[in-house]
């Protein structure tokens, strides 16, 4: 049975398990949804920075 010559230090464990955290999001493309004032596509959970609308109601006023 194969046994660690040595103890892996937290940063090279954190390191390791950084890299696979960083692939996985890098990658993927944020979702849009509608936004239902307008209709412009926005990040969801987000004021649009069309209208300046969140969850039906005037957020910020946008010339």
């Known amino acids: ?10 940063w090279r464990r ?5 890299q696979n955290f960083f692939n996985k999001f890098r990658r ?3 979702s849009l949804s509608e936004c239902p004032n307008c209709g412009e596509k926005i990040l969801p ?7 300046g609308h969140y ?3 005037e957020v ?4």
């Open 1 to 10: 049975m194969a046994v660690p010559k040595a103890k892996t230090s937290k």
């Open 14 to 18: 954190n390191q390791r398990r950084a």
């Open 28 to 30: 993927s493309i944020p």
């Open 45 to 51: 959970h987000r004021v649009c920075p069309y209208c």
């Open 55 to 57: 969850k039906g109601r």
């Open 60 to 63: 910020i006023s946008v010339d």
